[in-house]
DNA sequence: ACACTTTTTTAGAATCATTATAAACTACGA
DNA sequence: TCGTAGTTTATAATGATTCTAAAAAAGTGT
């Protein structure tokens, strides 16, 4: 199981639930975006023993703490997740409500000019909102 | 009254609620973030009637869809607004869980290079994380 | 001011995503 | 294999937001 490790090095057992989430999440080359909801549906549907809701909640917050996923800030009922937790950007279609991936290359570099006393920059992210 | 035209541009009829809301949000140089609780609570405590909570919650939707009011794009349980409609940035600290301006001129501008076919771009928004 | 229609406000119920709980189960080292 | 600490699960609890339906207020014509 190619997934043991990296779960292991995360400090996560790997339990047979979580290798299923995994396979679903990083078992492929593209990323994708997606909502608690998406993934506990597509696990069922595509997989014989179902998942509970619980475990998909809590396998996913400890991934995104340990920085194998990453949220999406942006305003919806539903949070949205990110298996591309590379330095990278959205485009949200508002119309459709569906994120779109930008590349940094796509963003040109962001320079924060302004500096907080004693506190660090961890992450800048940009939401470009596209309406018609 | 000065809030009635504006709430008639909006198309929004100036009741009494309305406008002690205007007053409360509108009322200060200063602009600020709030969500829909902290609202509800400062009119509660100062003012003598009080504001039902479905009605703050109607009347900062109808402020949101005229634009007189910018929900902040953020993952958190509650949503965040701003009364700073300007186009303008924030810092998020996440230790202390609290929102902070940036000007325009503290990020530099943003480019995006990349195009999506029949879409306009309707906002940019950047959200820096801080941590420490 | 009055009668009448339309909009708004309100309290409370309903909804829905997320989190907590506690009992059953499982991984894993001794 | 045993014991225990970590996990999973179904279900209940929570909490923000939306819905509802009745009461109140605002607008309109007389």
Do not use: W
Not at 65 to 83: E, V
Not at 107 to 116: A, D, E, F, S
Request: hydrophobic fraction near 35%; charged fraction near 30%; aromatic fraction near 10%.
């Amino acid at each position: 199981m190619k997934y043991i490790e990296k779960l292991r090095n995360a400090g996560l057992r790997p339990t047979k639930q979580r290798l299923k989430i995994c396979e679903f999440l990083f078992d492929t080359q593209k990323t994708f975006h997606f909502t608690i909801n998406d993934l506990f549906n597509k696990i069922k549907k595509h997989s014989k023993n179902k998942i509970s809701l619980a475990t998909i909640y809590n396998t996913v917050r400890s991934f995104e703490k340990k920085g194998y996923l990453k949220q999406i800030p942006i305003n919806s009922n539903q949070t949205y997740f990110d298996t591309n937790i590379s330095d990278h950007h959205h485009f949200y279609d508002l119309k459709e409500g569906k994120l779109i991936d930008l590349e940094n290359s796509d963003v040109g570099p962001i320079n924060i000019l302004k500096k907080i006393n004693g506190k660090k920059i961890k992450s800048v992210e940009v939401l470009v909102k596209l309406e018609g």
